[in-house]
C-alpha cells in the first residue's frame, strides 16, 4: 500500500532526479547483495549533498515570510553551513554562521567556501558553543532584527519538521529509480547526523516503498538518540502538515556500533573504506559521515548481515569538501 500526499512547495535548487547507479565491482568483490549508489553528491557541484533538498523546502518557508537573511550552526566543516552560505549568495541573502571550533591555519574545506560566500561568520570554542548555542542564535537574530534585517534561523543541519521534507520527496524519487532499475530493494541506507535525513527517507519510504527498510549509521549520537529525535520530528511533520500516516516502527533501525571515537573522528578503516570506493568506483567519500556510514555498511555485509537480500540502497550524502581537512591521513606515504 502506498500513500500519497501533497509534498509542500519548494524552490527549485538541487539538481535531481540523481542517478541511482549499481556498483558492480564492489559487489562482485564482495559478493551478497548488489549495493546501489543514489547520488546525492550530485545534487550539484557546491550546492551539493543532502542539505540542497532541505534547504528547498526550509527556504521556501523562509522566503515567504520575507525574509532576507539566514542564521545557522554547525561545526567548522559542516556541510550545511556551506550549502547555506552559496545559497544565499546565489539568492541575494545575507548568511550568517555560527560555528563550533577555532580554526588554525590557513581556512580549508567547507571552512573556505563559506568564507569565499561572503558569509559572515562567528567562531566559538566547543564548551561556549554546546553551553550557549540557542542564546548565541538568538542573540544575532536580534542584532538582525535591530539593524531592520528579517533573519531567518535555520537549525543544525536543517533538520527539522520542514527540512525533512526533502528526504520525503527525495523517496519519491527513488520510488521511480527502483520501479526503473525492477528492484525492491531490502534495505536504504543512510548516514545520520542530526537525524533530518533519516526522518524523511523513513517517513518516505513508508509512504511510497513500505517494503524497504530505513537503516541509518550514527555518526555522532547513539541509536535511542537518533530514534526520537526521527519520532519528534515526523511526529511534528505530520500535524503540521496534516498526515495521516502512521510508520512502522519496525522498518526503521539505527546502528550505532561504527562511531568509533566520536563526531568527526575517523580510524583508520574508515580511511581505508575510503580509498577502496575511490579505487574501485570512482565514488568518493567523507570521513565524518559517508565514508564512516559506508564502512559500517561493509563490515555489516562482510559479517553476513544481509546474506538474505537482493539490493541495498546506500544514499550518497555527499560532503566531498570535508574530505581535504584530512589530507594528513589519506596521503599516500
Ligand atoms: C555529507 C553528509 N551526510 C550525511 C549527513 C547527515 O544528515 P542528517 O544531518 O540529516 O542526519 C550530513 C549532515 O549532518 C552530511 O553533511
Not at 168 to 177: G, K, P
Not at 204 to 224: F, I, N, R, S, W
Request: hydrophobic share 35%; with cysteine.
Amino acid at each position: 500500500m502506498s500513500h500519497s500526499f501533497e509534498i509542500p512547495p519548494r524552490l527549485s535548487l538541487a539538481q535531481t532526479p540523481t542517478p541511482l547507479q549499481p556498483l558492480n565491482r564492489l559487489s562482485d568483490r564482495f559478493g551478497g547483495p548488489r549495493i546501489w549508489l543514489k547520488r546525492d553528491d550530485l545534487t550539484g557541484s557546491v550546492l551539493s549533498g543532502n542539505k540542497i533538498r532541505k534547504l528547498e523546502f526550509i527556504l521556501a518557508r523562509a522566503l515567504e515570510q520575507g525574509c532576507d537573511t539566514l542564521i545557522t550552526c554547525g561545526g567548522l566543516q559542516s556541510n550545511h553551513c556551506r550549502a547555506t552560505a552559496l545559497i544565499g549568495a546565489q539568492l541575494g541573502l545575507k548568511v550568517c554562521l555560527v560555528l563550533r571550533g577555532r580554526p588554525d591555519g590557513f581556512p580549508d574545506g567547507n571552512y573556505l567556501l563559506d568564507q569565499l560566500a561572503g558569509a559572515e561568520i562567528r567562531t566559538y570554542s566547543a564548551h561556549t558553543y554546546q553551553a550557549e548555542l540557542p542564546k548565541l542564535l538568538d542573540a544575532w537574530a536580534d542584532e538582525c532584527r535591530e539593524q531592520g534585517l528579517k533573519p531567518w534561523v535555520i537549525p543544525t543541519g536543517a533538520s527539522d519538521s520542514h527540512g525533512a521534507w526533502g528526504y520525503v520527496q527525495a523517496s519519491r524519487e527513488l520510488q521511480a529509480d527502483y520501479r526503473q532499475c525492477h528492484i525492491t530493494p531490502e534495505y536504504v541506507v543512510s548516514a545520520c547526523g542530526s537525524g533530518g535525513t533519516l526522518a524523511g527517507l523513513f517517513l518516505g519510504h513508508q509512504a511510497y516503498c513500505p517494503k524497504t527498510q530505513v537503516l541509518g549509521m550514527a555518526v555522532c549520537d547513539d541509536a535511542e538518540y537518533f530514534r526520537q529525535k526521527v519520532d519528534a520530528d515526523i511526529d511534528t511533520l505530520c500535524r503540521l502538515y496534516s498526515i495521516k500516516l502512521t510508520p512502522n516502527p519496525d522498518q526503521l533501525e539505527v546502528n550505532d556500533a561504527y562511531i568509533g571515537e566520536g563526531y568527526a573522528q575517523a580510524g583508520p578503516e574508515v580511511f581505508d573504506t575510503i580509498r577502496l570506493m575511490a579505487a574501485t568506483e570512482g565514488v568518493v567519500l567523507d570521513p565524518v559521515y559517508t565514508g564512516k556510514a559506508f564502512h559500517g555498511l561493509l563490515t555489516e555485509l562482510k559479517n553476513g548481515r544481509f546474506q538474505d537480500c537482493n539490493d541495498i540502497v546506500f544514499v550518497h550524502t555527499g560532503g566531498v569538501f570535508g574530505l581535504f581537512p584530512y589530507r594528513e591521513f589519506l596521503a599516500s606515504p
